[in-house]
Structure formats: structure tokens, C-alpha cells
């Protein structure tokens, strides 16, 4: 039996390592951008226990692919070169798999060790930003449809949103009449609207959200709050930073139970994420749809569907 290793609770410095060289000579689309992707991806995923004793968040599978998977393949047919992995908990075997599944593309590793928030996060990634001033900044658990290139081609910032239920749950956005955004509040009490940022941006300018951030993060030294991305952008907002939005078809949020089953559910259902030809299997009954990693061996089972 091995031992379920904790979350971490001490912290040592910040690292930044390098991969290896992007060697992609095609796209799908006409238009390459010279800009990064952060995915920030240090949590401990404490809402998918048990799963995420052992397994970091990002590769917990959906329809048969990790999380990751899809983001990273999303944002490459959108032509991003560069990612800019923000790791934590088990990031070893975020890297291990990165560098075995994507070979070719240029990826740099920062270790969040002093777990202060996702504004926190994306503040470490600085050094390995170094001078791009557009990127994307992806969520590690957050999945999306709809018109991202919309929101990777603004020329300002630019966030991608959905109405809610509740949106005293989320990131609000109240916006101006031309549709840039004219308030911005982290779970308010009393909310003035429902349109939730799902965790996708375009940064026009990543050197001023650096700066923002840094502001943050030295207010709340003493009060040692953790600081989020939203904080940030508010600091922006607040110095007069245009931000555009653009509205997403669907948005599936992975970071729980719940919502990774109904994930994989809907994913399911859609053409081309379940198996269409399987193996036999022995005294074993398929009802599609269902996806089954390779190798398996199953007997005496009913399987599916979902």
C-alpha cells in the first residue's frame, strides 16, 4: 500500500524551469499569435478527493483525455507557441506528462510554492513571460465552447463570461453599453448582475497586470489574505484599462465532483469523444456511449452508459 502524500504545507523559493524548443510548423487557422498561455494549475484539487490524492487536478480524465489535454490542444489550434505552467501540488506529473504527451511544444514550469492565490499565480509567472506583452491566461479545470479565437484576436483585454444561476459564486462583470466592462466584483453579496468571468483572458498587457498584481499582493502581506486574479484586474479596472468581454456557448467547470461527471456526460454525447469500434470483452456487455482506455481488461461486467 503507498502512503497518500498531503498537500504541502511549507514552501521553499520559486522556480522556473525550461522544457524543451516548439517545433510546429502548421496551424489550423490563418493566423499565428506572438503571445503565451499561463495556465495556472498549483491547487490541490480538495473538492475532487479522492481522485486527487494521488492524481493532480488538471489530469483527471474527462471522455477518456485529461482536463489539460483539451486546453492545451484548444489553445494550439489557436496558434499559441508558449505555455507557462504555474505548478504546486503534484506538478511532477503535470511536467512528467506534458513533456511525454507534447514533446514539441515549448513549455516553462514556475513552482508556486507559497500558495497565495491565483493572482498570486499568475504574478510568479513574470520571469517566464519575460518581455511578451499579450497573453492567455487559462484556468487548469475550466472547459469551453465557443468563440475563443473572438476573445485570443481582441486587441484589448478581453474576458470570456457566461450568465449564472447564482452569481454570488463567482467573478461578476457589469458591463457599459458598447460592451466593455465597467465593474468588476469577486463573489459579491448583493450581486448587480449574472454575467461570471469562466476563467479564460486575454491580456493585452501583461506588464501592467504584473504591476496591478504586485500592488495587491504588498497590501495584503499583513493581512496574509490570499489574492486572486480578479483582484487584480479590479486594480487594473480602477487605473482605466479597457476590458472587452465575449460571451461563451458553453462552460463546464471540472473542479468537483458533480460537475466532472455531468462533464463527462455531455462530452460523451457529442460526436467524436466516445468509441465508435472496441474490443470484446468476456461475459461483458457495452452500452454506449462509453470511452475505455487502452489495455483494459474487463469481464463480467455491464458498462455504460456515460
Known amino acids: 500500500m503507498h502512503a497518500i502524500p498531503p498537500p504541502p504545507d511549507e514552501h521553499p523559493a520559486t522556480e522556473v524551469t525550461k522544457y524543451r524548443p516548439f517545433n510546429i510548423s502548421t496551424f489550423d487557422n490563418s493566423k499565428t499569435h506572438p503571445m503565451k498561455a499561463i495556465i495556472p494549475i498549483a491547487g490541490a484539487g480538495k473538492r475532487l478527493r479522492p481522485f486527487t490524492y494521488t492524481q493532480p487536478k488538471p489530469l483527471i480524465p474527462v471522455a477518456g483525455k485529461p482536463i489539460l489535454s483539451y486546453i492545451i490542444e484548444q489553445l494550439r489550434a489557436l496558434g499559441i507557441e508558449e505555455f507557462v505552467f504555474v505548478l504546486g501540488y503534484l506538478g511532477d506529473k503535470v511536467q512528467e506528462y506534458v513533456g511525454e504527451r507534447y514533446p ?24 517566464a513571460i519575460g518581455e511578451t506583452r499579450e497573453v492567455v491566461i487559462a484556468y487548469g479545470d475550466t472547459l469551453l465552447e465557443g468563440p475563443i479565437d ?22 461578476i462583470v457589469e458591463l457599459n453599453d458598447d460592451g466593455t466592462v465597467r465593474r468588476m466584483t469577486e463573489k459579491p453579496r448583493m450581486p448587480r448582475g449574472n454575467n461570471a468571468m469562466v476563467g479564460f483572458y486575454k491580456i493585452n498587457d501583461f506588464g501592467a497586470l504584473h504591476a496591478s498584481l504586485g500592488q ?11 489574492i486572486t486574479l480578479t483582484d487584480g484586474l479590479i486594480n487594473l479596472l480602477d487605473k482605466g484599462h ?7 456557448d458553453r462552460w463546464y467547470d471540472c473542479g468537483n465532483a458533480e460537475v466532472l461527471l455531468a462533464t463527462n456526460q455531455q462530452l460523451l454525447d457529442k460526436r467524436g469523444y466516445a468509441e465508435s469500434t472496441l474490443p470484446a470483452f468476456d461475459r461483458t456487455i457495452i452500452i454506449h456511449p462509453v470511452t475505455i482506455g487502452k489495455g483494459c481488461r474487463i469481464s ?4 455504460g452508459p456515460h
Open 150 to 171: 473572438k476573445i485570443v484576436n481582441c486587441d484589448c483585454t478581453c474576458l470570456a463570461i457566461k450568465p449564472v444561476e447564482d452569481p454570488r459564486q463567482f467573478g
Open 242 to 248: 479597457v476590458m472587452h468581454t465575449e460571451q461563451v
Open 216 to 226: 495587491v499582493l504588498a497590501e495584503a502581506v499583513d493581512r496574509k489574505e490570499e
Open 104 to 127: 514539441d511544444i515549448d513549455a516553462q514550469y514556475v513552482t508556486q510554492e507559497d500558495r497565495r492565490g491565483s493572482g498570486h499565480a499568475i504574478y510568479l509567472a513574470k520571469e
Open 300 to 303: 463480467d461486467a455491464i458498462i
